[in-house]
């Protein structure tokens, strides 16, 4: 088995192609490296979704079938296979152009509004996230929001009237405000602007793994999201100790 030491990059081994088994050593060697040197975070940006609220998308699509007629399969395909939903999170469109192309497409007519509650009523706080939150608050360590989302979404979540939102964040990061959605280098460029510490002091959690990667090329520590006892792991071994 192959092995790294001392940060040295080992030349590809028997088994897959030479470009390969070079290619898989490298990042192994990235992702090692990324470790040794993480630094205690300055700032601590979180995902929304699936980090701090879970969301049902199944549940919007019926929802949404309920109020315009149309069938579920459908409305999946022209919302998310068709890119409406990419294009009004980057901010591409607001929600009346959403609606009418969404009516377009589906061959059906609905009040907006009554849409937008359909699409947007999926989100569950995730109970799990909220100690490391108030954790953090509580040591001083300035924290934000950096997320994908779109004006309805965002809208029903602070409706929901969870303290947590917009609660303590100092900066909230919106991909439909900024007009760039993540993985793109102009919304982390954003939000390290807001953040107002150097790249490397910036910690990142998002469940995404694409969206991890990105913020690492961004200069910033990050790390994918599976559970907040992972969460509060990462952050210990990066100097922050949050007692939980």
Known sequence: ?????????????????AAAQDSMLRERWKAAAGRRH????????FDLGNVIFSFDRPRS?????????AAVEAIEQVVMAGGLQEAIERGACDWSGFHAEFCRRTGTTSDPEALARAASDMFALKVETVPVIAALERIGCPI????????????QIVASRCAIVPGGFREIVLSHE?????????????????????????????????HVAAAREAGWDAEVFASAAGLVDALARRGLNLGL
């Not at 088995?1 to 192609?17: E, H, K, R, S, Y």
């Not at 993480?38 to 940006?45: I, T």
């Not at 699509?61 to 007629?69: E, I, K």
């Not at 900024?178 to 469940?207: L, Q, W, Y």
Request: with cysteine; glycine share 8%; hydrophobic share 40%.
């Open 1 to 17: 088995m192959t092995t790294i030491l001392d940060g040295n990059l080992p030349t590809a081994t028997c088994g897959t192609t």
């Open 178 to 210: 900024v007009g760039a959605a993540k993985p793109a280098t102009a919304i982390f460029a954003e939000a390290a602007r807001r953040a107002r510490v150097p790249a490397e002091r910036i910690f990142f959690c998002d469940d995404t793994p694409g």
């Open 144 to 155: 934000g929001i950096l997320s994908n989302t779109c004006d309805p979404h965002w809208r």
């Open 61 to 69: 699509f019926r929802q949404m079938a309920a109020v315009c007629g």
């Open 38 to 45: 993480a630094m205690r975070p300055e700032f601590v940006y």
